[in-house]
Nanobody, 117 residues
């Protein structure tokens, strides 16, 4: 089992920045990939970014590439999402997720990000 806890959401003006954190605990050694997803009101959950837990390779959705940066620290079992140049369309609940063997099996409770125009 893996437990994930997000933090760092809040209200920010367009053009501003926020940094989300995801603290992982439990069977961390079983994780091969961790990611961020988001779900806006009335929309499907969508992929935002992911990072290889061992090698550090990163992957981004086209809509956030160049504005968001995903990173992780294996020593503290923490992952971050630095979000810059935020837009109102980035408003959503952001979820941290952990993958085992290609499947995102574990999810956090989510943290809300609201970007005002």
């Amino acid at each position: 089992q893996v437990q994930l806890v997000e933090s760092g959401g809040g209200l920010v003006q367009a053009g501003g920045s926020l940094r989300l954190s995801c603290a992982a605990s439990g069977s961390i050694s079983s994780i091969n990939l961790m990611g961020w997803f988001r779900q806006a009101p009335g929309k499907e959950r969508e992929f935002v970014a992911a990072i290889s837990w061992s090698g550090g390779s990163t992957y981004y959705a086209y809509s956030v590439k160049g504005r968001f940066t995903i990173s992780r620290d294996n020593a503290s079992n923490t992952m971050w999402l630095q979000m810059n140049s935020l837009k109102p369309e980035d408003t959503a609940v952001y979820y941290c997720a952990a993958s085992q063997s290609g499947s995102y099996k574990y999810w956090g409770q989510g943290t809300r990000v609201t970007v005002s125009s």
